[in-house]
């Protein structure tokens, strides 16, 4: 499980790239958690709110990683458009109802996320892909 977790808007792979040795710093909107797997956790929250399923979206390699490798370190990953769109097309209640949905999921695998922290995650990240859409960014995830 990872200790930091940060989602940051950025203009592209490249300069998303940049973060992996010391995540996006002060050249990115971020936003910062910790003690989840995110990579496991976007492509949940993909699932609860665009539909598919979750061994589907793996197999179709999301979520991407930018830079880095998996267990070796960092890693910086892209939020899908999809995972990205459903965000910011989602009302606050329907965030809601994924955030407790996810809660929901992680306990059925023995792992305990507080329901203010997953709104406080999901909702943080929605606002955080609606301001990266708005100036034509992605949103990418540093994982240390």
Known sequence: MSTIVKFFAAPDDASASLALRSGPGRAFESLSFGNFDPEEAVVEWECLLAGGGFEELVEAG?????????????????????????????????????????????????????????????????????GARRQNQGVYCWVA
């Not at 990953?77 to 459903?86: D, E, G, K, N, W």
């Not at 606050?92 to 709104?119: K, M, Y």
């Open 62 to 130: 999301e979520p991407r990683i930018v830079a880095g490798q998996d267990g070796d370190g960092g890693v910086v990953f892209a939020l899908s458009p999809r995972l990205s769109t459903a965000l910011a097309d989602s009302t606050p209640t329907g965030l809601s109802d994924v955030a407790a949905s996810w809660v929901r999921l992680r306990a059925e695998d023995g792992e305990v996320i507080g329901a203010e922290i997953a709104d406080a995650i999901v909702g943080g990240l929605a606002a955080l892909v609606s």
